[in-house]
């Protein structure tokens, strides 16, 4: 009985950390984990919206500057009435008795009866029209307000780079869980083909009378166990793509080129410490509410400003030198007393400026705590790592004696299984320790602000 049992073993230590074949080489793109952070930047719909909300703030900057310009309006009315209070004038009464003596002094009647005039209040066919032009010339609330707008900016400019570095980090995070989830496919496949080899090798003992039948069933039950496992391997393995693929707005089953791990770096570069955007943005928002506080006070303080008005009144479609005016002038608002509402609104300021700066210091040794911890995980998952490589090389080891003594009939074969299983589960335990530490880096990057963002 010849049979080449070493093979199947080769088969399963060269492709131990193969990638998944559910991804071809012909599907997927040669890009590496750089290009792919650098698509999810671009296109993630998280980032676009912290983007669009950057963009509003922006312009809402823009709109402050415009309150120290002139402003133009242009205002008409058209009066049209009937009835009403009235005012009668005597005209009549008056001229009347005065026009009379100078017809007979004159002879003549030069001088007509006058009628008694009755006006009422109201206009009518009246129309007045002016272009308003004012202008402020000092307001502190437009002052402090254009401030605020301007460190908002600032806010909105922490706020997306806190995104994207968190971004940053659950891409590498899914990235890695796709090769993790490939690799498990990849060992659980190169297992079954042993499982299988296994099978046809006790096929061949029980039909030369070396073993009996229930070394068969076992191996049978054996190789079912293991294509079950494989097909929750895959579905892993297609679930970790498509949330990869959600990361970067892409189709959920768009390809992803994977590499091998031994190809990958065990350690991320780690970069020089960065500031943290949290920090930033809690003293941009302490900078704020200081402004607040002047913005509060400045209420109590007067606004003057100045207006010129050009226009023109009179008789409906009636337009000439009579009808034209300008008027020009200057506004002084001055609040004298407001029962204390000022100084209570600028009391509210100042306590929130004191809040948050009782916040930034908790924020800082929060964030002090989470870089010592991160730091603290990372040396542990690679000492796991490190531990369980050489235990792989062992249960690999292990299994080439056991599986050469069964095939030389010195071992049972519950005992092979007992290192086949061994042997995947270290296999398996490798993998996800590799992907541990591959995740503690990026969380210490992440804890550090060590990536480099582009803005």
Not at 203 to 231: F, P, W, Y
Not at 250 to 264: A, I, R, Y
Not at 273 to 290: Q, V
Request: proline share 2%; glycine share 2%.
């Amino acid at each position: 009985m010849d049979f080449n049992f070493k093979a199947p073993l080769r088969r399963l230590l060269h492709y131990a950390f193969a990638s998944c074949m559910m991804i071809s080489a012909a599907q997927a793109q040669d890009a590496t984990l750089q290009e792919y952070i650098d698509h999810a930047l671009k296109n993630n719909q998280g980032v676009k919206q912290q983007g669009f909300l950057l963009e509003k703030n922006l312009y809402a900057l823009k709109e402050a500057k415009t309150l120290f310009l002139p402003e133009v309006n242009l205002n008409a009315s058209y009066l049209d009435s009937r009835g009403g209070r009235k005012i009668s004038i005597p005209i009549g009464d008056l001229l009347n008795p005065v026009y009379n003596s100078l017809n007979q002094l004159t002879n003549t009647s030069a001088f007509p009866q006058v009628d008694n005039v009755s006006q009422t209040f109201n206009p009518n066919n009246y129309y007045d029209a002016r272009f308003r032009t004012s202008l402020p010339i000092y307001n502190a609330e437009i002052i402090y307000n254009s401030r605020i707008k301007k460190e908002q900016i600032n806010l909105q400019q922490a706020e997306l780079d806190v995104y994207k570095r968190e971004l940053v980090k659950e891409v590498k995070l899914a990235y890695y869980a796709c090769l993790q989830a490939n690799e498990s496919v990849s060992i659980i496949q190169n297992a079954v083909l042993l499982a299988r080899d296994n099978l046809r090798f006790n096929q061949v003992l029980v039909k030369n009378d070396k073993a009996i039948r229930t070394v068969v069933s076992r191996s049978e039950n054996e190789l079912i166990g293991l294509e079950a496992r494989l097909e929750d391997a895959r579905n892993q393995a297609v679930n970790a793509v498509a949330y990869f693929n959600f990361l970067l707005n892409k189709p959920l089953d768009s390809p992803v080129s994977l590499p091998k791990q031994e190809s990958q770096n065990l350690l991320a570069d780690q970069a020089a410490d960065g500031k943290r955007e949290e920090l930033i943005k809690l003293e941009t928002l302490s900078k704020i509410n200081a402004l607040s506080v002047q913005l509060a006070r400045s209420a109590a303080l007067p606004k003057l400003s100045t207006f010129m008005d050009l226009g023109s009144q009179g008789d409906f479609l009636r337009f000439n030198n009579d009808t034209r005016y300008y008027l020009f002038g200057f506004t002084l608002d001055w609040r004298v007393f407001a029962a204390n509402r000022v100084q209570h609104r600028t009391r509210q300021a100042e306590m929130e400026v004191k809040a948050a700066g009782e916040q930034l210091d908790q924020v800082e040794q929060q964030l002090l705590l989470q870089t010592r911890t991160a730091t603290n995980r990372l040396s542990s998952a690679v000492q796991i790592y490190q531990a369980s490589r050489s235990q792989t090389a062992l249960s690999q080891q292990y299994y080439h004696d056991q599986q050469k003594l069964y095939r030389e009939g010195q071992l049972l074969y519950i005992e092979l299984l007992d290192a086949q299983n061994r042997l995947i589960s270290d296999q398996l335990q490798q993998s996800i320790s590799y992907l541990n530490v591959q995740t503690r880096a990026a969380e210490l990057e992440r804890a550090k602000a060590s990536y480099v963002l582009q803005n």
